[in-house]
């Protein structure tokens, strides 16, 4: 009798030992030959999971029996047609059976015969998709431990800086990717868009430069079910430079207009010196913009600060427009002395005081040690004394971590004057809105007020 003959191997074949492909084949074409069976197709899924049915050499089999084309079908064992139980009772008795199609395998018994056979064959499915969830269940668990000590999950879904060394474990950067990455993240505090960042630097799409500037792994971490451990690879970014990144992305994003239409170079900034309100922008019957006082719109009454009696003048765009610029390029080129020690200075003689104190501490314990009981309540007076001055210097290192990162963001401030001739108003907009909180115009003149990183 003609036959037809399904194999699968999965993705997870590493761990399935006698199940490849080659020994299905061996196996299957010896059954049929012991049973007087001549295979004249063969489905082979290879490198498909058998927990579902998105197989395209089964939804091809499924097919064939529907035009009855099939009228018996093969398979090593019933979990190559699936692992899971639903899928596999539904391929016997929903695709097999009404299409009069017989099926055997090599290496379980299944027929429908009998009710006892019936049962029998439905406990095979059963046990088919036990064995897929313990399995799934010990790799998972293996994953983790793995993942815990510092090693790459593996697999072909690698980073885009990095590659992967089976000898090792871990993640191994490609030069010429962690340098294109570098340039982007510079790019990116400097102003640019993920759009233009693609186009500098060759990257083959925005998505790309997103997740490039947004990995983890990219710090030497590496993300697993929800959780982010840290790995054993070399890192891409400096940690500092990588969340500012972060954190300008998330000041671009909430401060992006909400017009689709291109923003003006202070859209979103200005604010009246006067009474406090927003100020917007204006055409003229001229072509050109000026900018006013909201609370001198009747139907604007409902924002924040309006005074009907506001008396603030208004003024021509391009003029506000050209002291902003001329402002800020200033301040951009004046920050090369901003050097904020004084922090640093402060943490480094709290830390001098605390291992002095410690050193103290040493010595009163030799002394305890030695049977000199008088200094016991020396010891937890100075014990107190170290706890509280342990915490202070925690306080006033987080703070010195701010003043850095101000420090570093100034810097970076530094640059606008490289790069502002060269970006469109649409990017000198955003630039703005990441380093400026508000711009205050009363009569003509401006205040910018800087954000607080």
């Known amino acids: 009798m003609e036959c037809v003959a399904y194999m699968r191997v999965s993705t997870e074949k590493q761990a399935e030992e006698g199940n490849g492909l080659e020994s299905q084949k061996r196996d299957i074409e010896n059954y049929c030959r012991r049973n007087e069976l ?5 489905y082979i899924d290879d490198g498909y999971t058998g927990a579902n049915m998105n197989r395209p050499e089964l939804q091809r089999l499924i097919s064939d029996c529907g035009k009855k084309k099939v009228k018996c079908v093969v398979a090593f064992k019933l979990d190559r047609i699936s692992r899971s139980m639903i899928d596999g009772l539904y391929m016997i008795e929903r695709i097999f059976q009404p299409n009069n199609v017989i099926f ?4 379980d018994s299944v027929s429908y015969n009998s009710p006892m056979e019936q049962a029998y064959t439905q406990m095979m ?6 064995d897929k969830n313990t399995m799934m269940l010990r790799m998972r668990g293996g994953m983790l431990e793995r993942v815990k000590q510092g090693y790459w999950m593996g697999g072909g879904n690698l980073p885009y800086c990095y590659s992967y060394s089976k000898e090792q474990g871990i993640l191994i950067p490609i030069p010429e990717r962690a340098e294109q990455a570098r340039k982007a993240l510079e790019l990116f505090i400097s102003g640019y868009s993920d759009v233009k960042i693609k186009e500098i630097c060759g990257f083959k799409g925005e998505r790309i430069v997103y997740n490039v500037l947004t990995s983890v792994i990219n710090i030497g971490m590496i993300p697993y079910k929800g959780e982010v451990y840290q790995g054993k690879h070399e890192p891409i970014f400096d940690k500092d430079k990588f969340n500012l990144g972060l954190e ?4 671009r994003r909430s401060a ?4 689709k239409t291109e923003p003006n170079l202070l859209t979103g900034l200005c604010y009246c010196g006067v009474c406090g309100c927003a100020m917007r922008y204006q055409k003229w019957t001229n072509g050109k913009h000026k900018i006013y006082c909201m609370s001198r719109n009747k139907s604007m009454s409902y924002l924040p600060n309006y005074n009907a009696n506001c008396n603030n003048s208004i003024e021509w765009a391009d003029y506000i427009e050209k002291q902003v610029e001329e402002e800020i390029l200033k301040i951009s080129l004046d920050l090369s002395s901003y050097k904020p020690k004084e922090k640093e200075t402060k943490l480094e003689i709290m830390q001098s005081q605390l291992e002095k104190e410690q050193t103290k501490l040493k010595r009163l314990y030799g ?12 010891i937890k007076e100075l014990e107190a004394q170290i706890k509280e001055m ?3 210097i925690a306080a006033e290192s987080k703070n010195t971590a701010n003043m850095q990162k101000t420090e570093f963001v100034y810097e970076n401030i530094k640059k606008l004057a490289d790069v502002w001739d060269n970006i469109d108003k649409k990017q000198k907009n955003m630039i703005l809105k990441s380093i400026i909180k508000k711009i205050v115009i009363v009569n003509g003149n401006i205040e910018i007020q800087l954000k607080n990183f």
């Open 256 to 259: 992006k207009a909400c017009c």
């Open 125 to 130: 499915a059963v046990f088919a998709q036990l």
């Open 104 to 107: 055997k395998c090599v290496h």
């Open 367 to 378: 002394l305890y040690a030695d049977g000199n009981d008088t200094v016991l309540s020396m």
């Open 248 to 251: 300008l992305r998330k000041s």
């Open 390 to 392: 342990k915490a202070n």
């Open 38 to 42: 001549i295979v004249t197709d063969w």
